[in-house]
């Protein structure tokens, strides 16, 4: 999983890149405050192509409020400090 994150008026969009996941399978996306609580970005099926899956989603938080970005994949969780 790849995530890029720009800020925007209303929140953050988060461009998502994710290879290797089974065809089909769906993935939500989230940012995460200090306080633990999650904000939903949205969610996709991911498509199987060499480059992987590539979607752009949006989340109402600011980037600056946020403290780590998450990817749910079917039973697979991943999730990454924001520096």
């Known amino acids: 999983m790849r995530a890029t994150m720009a800020p925007r008026a209303w ?5 998502v890149s994710v290879r290797g996941a089974r065809a089909g399978i769906p993935c939500v996306v989230w940012l995460e405050r200090a ?3 999650r ?3 949205g969610s ?3 498509v199987d192509r ?3 899956s590539r979607v752009t989603l949006a989340a109402a938080l600011p980037r600056s409020d946020a403290v780590e970005v998450g990817l749910r994949a079917g039973r697979w969780t991943y999730e990454a400090p924001l520096r």
């Open 11 to 15: 929140g953050t969009a988060i461009t």
């Open 44 to 46: 996709f099926r991911y």
């Open 39 to 41: 904000v939903s970005a």
């Open 50 to 52: 060499p480059q992987g």
């Open 35 to 37: 306080d633990g609580t």
